[in-house]
């Protein structure tokens, strides 16, 4: 492949970090879309709450957290690193085997820093749309947009001859759907946003 080869990679998260840092290797020209303002993906605890946590509100704002205040990993961080990069314990950090997401977040970060990430990624931008637009060029459209102010999103739209998504798949509620579920007498919750609400409330 040639230096000048575009790359976009959407989402900042583990997959998105540890691709990035592949194609850097390869010395294609990265660019990273992250929506939040910071690395982590669903690592990056936040607080607050959805007011609809079955997501059917399409004028909601979106909280890109499933995390609540006191998760921990159910893996064991000896699995969770990488081959060349592991998940070690740090001095002044959770000794846990199975440590708090706090502790995922600084590795992330350290990941960051040792591979010099930072430069390649775009913090506060939000991918609304991807379109192939010359299949024998290999051209993708990314069209990103940033807020800049509380009423008021900017646009933008870029070139590159490859997009790779790493966005993860925990904004959005599953909801289970099977022929006569509406004439059955439940409730229907999402349990990773439902455990957010109530554990933030303990």
Request: overall charge negative; proline content about 4%; some cysteine.
């Amino acid at each position: 492949m040639r230096q000048s080869y575009k790359v976009a990679v959407v989402g900042g998260g583990f997959a998105g970090l540890v691709t990035a840092r592949e194609l850097k290797r390869e010395g294609l020209l990265v660019t990273v879309f992250e929506k939040a303002d910071h690395v982590g993906g669903i690592w990056l605890y936040n607080s607050r709450v959805e007011t609809d946590l079955l997501g059917l509100d399409p004028n909601r704002e979106i909280v890109h957290s499933s995390l609540y205040r006191s998760l921990r990993v159910n893996l064991p961080r000896q699995i969770m690193g990488f081959m060349d990069y592991p998940f070690m314990k740090k001095e002044g950090g959770d000794p846990r085997t199975f440590p708090g997401h706090e502790e995922v977040l600084k590795f992330l970060e350290d990941f960051v820093r040792d591979f010099r990430l930072m430069e390649l990624i775009r913090f506060g931008h939000e991918v609304v749309r991807v379109e192939l637009t010359d299949e024998a060029r290999h051209k993708w459209v990314v069209e990103s947009r940033t807020r800049e102010t509380e009423s008021r999103w900017e646009s933008k739209e870029e070139l590159f001859e490859a997009v790779v998504i790493c966005n993860g798949k925990h904004t959005e509620p599953k909801i289970a759907e099977f022929p006569g579920i509406s004439l059955m007498p439940l409730e229907i919750i999402e349990s990773a946003l439902l455990n957010k609400e109530i554990a933030s409330e303990i």
